[in-house]
């Protein structure tokens, strides 16, 4: 397997920016919406070269999110963006009722996820999004895990028909994966073949995942890494055959415990092969303020977690 190596650390929300930028420049239906937050979404681009189909909505998410539905009629193909908690939380009405129920081609582009959002704190972090958009029948849910991923998922979803919702986040995380590596939604990407436990993430805890392979091999312990980008579609049948070896699974992810990855998991277990599962998310609280880094260890979203995780799942195989 390719070993991945981190080729120089960028936040996640500019391979959005990125992907906005080249999308303006190839798809003239492309519009972009955004509550107020330019800077953060990385919009900046976008918003100089096509002016015409950059929309300043302001601090009025449920608007911004009616427009971007009503867009849609007309075949354009709309770019909401603004902080996860309010791209989800704050506005799930008008998600439920004008884009997913309604089956709307609305992309939901959500920064500054989970506990990395860092020193704003609790009110402006959201653990819970993933929970709350999987949920919407026909809403496709992206997690990424690195810039140059975040970049390929935005040029993806605009060939992709239908509403969907992609997260990134705020923080300078490795860049690891391949600048032209292929964004398939709904296939899960293995990074490294092992046959003792399967080490299934998605996000910022993908690199953590690399790191706690390493430590594990040091001890004799063989993992199996998978990337999930996509918690909706799921990629079952990765997740199976990689099972079908390795008889046990740990996920990791950003995420409350309760309605993330982990939980897509297990009923993919509780249907096909019952096995051991141990979780790395958050138990079930809200966060704090403090630096990502802090509130990671603080809330054991890091590869030491990871390991610990394994080494508790394999004895109970």
């Not at 998410?61 to 963006?81: Q, R, W, Y």
Request: glycine fraction near 10%.
């Amino acid at each position: 397997m390719k070993k991945y190596e981190n080729t120089g650390s960028k936040d996640t929300r500019s391979g959005f920016g990125a992907g906005m930028t080249e999308l303006g420049q190839k798809n003239e239906n492309v519009v972009a919406l955004c509550a107020d937050l330019i800077g953060s979404l990385k919009f900046d681009d976008f918003k100089k070269n096509h002016p015409e189909r950059f929309f300043q909505i302001g601090i009025a998410e449920a608007n911004m999110i009616g427009i971007a539905a009503g867009l849609t009629i007309g075949g354009k193909i709309p770019f909401t963006g603004t902080f996860a908690n309010f791209s989800t939380g704050r506005v799930y009405d008008q998600i439920r009722q004008s884009v997913a129920y309604s089956d709307k081609n609305v992309k939901i582009c959500a920064s500054h996820a989970g506990l990395t959002l860092g020193e704003d704190g609790a009110t402006h972090q959201i653990l819970e999004d993933i929970g709350l958009m999987k949920m919407l029948p026909g809403m496709t849910v992206i997690n990424t895990c690195d810039y140059n991923q975040t970049k390929a998922a935005t040029l993806a979803l605009a060939d992709h028909h239908g509403p969907a919702y992609l997260r990134f986040g705020r923080p300078v995380v490795p860049n690891f994966t391949p600048a032209d590596e292929p964004f398939v939604i709904g296939k899960a990407i293995l990074l490294s073949e092992g046959t003792d436990v399967t080490i299934v993430a998605t996000g910022h805890l993908v690199w953590e995942a690399l790191i706690a392979a390493e430590a594990l091999e040091a001890k004799g312990i063989s993992a199996e890494v998978i990337n999930i980008h996509t918690i909706k579609p799921l990629d079952e049948e990765a997740i199976l055959k990689s099972l079908a070896k390795t008889k046990c699974v740990v996920t990791a992810e950003e995420h409350n415990i309760l309605g993330g990855l982990g939980e897509s998991i297990s009923r993919v277990l509780a249907l096909n092969t019952p096995a051991p599962q141990e979780f790395v998310a958050v138990n079930d609280s809200f966060g704090e303020s403090g630096t990502p880094e802090q509130l990671m260890d603080k809330y054991k979203l890091n590869n030491q977690a990871i390991v610990e995780a394994v080494e508790r799942v394999i004895k109970r195989k």
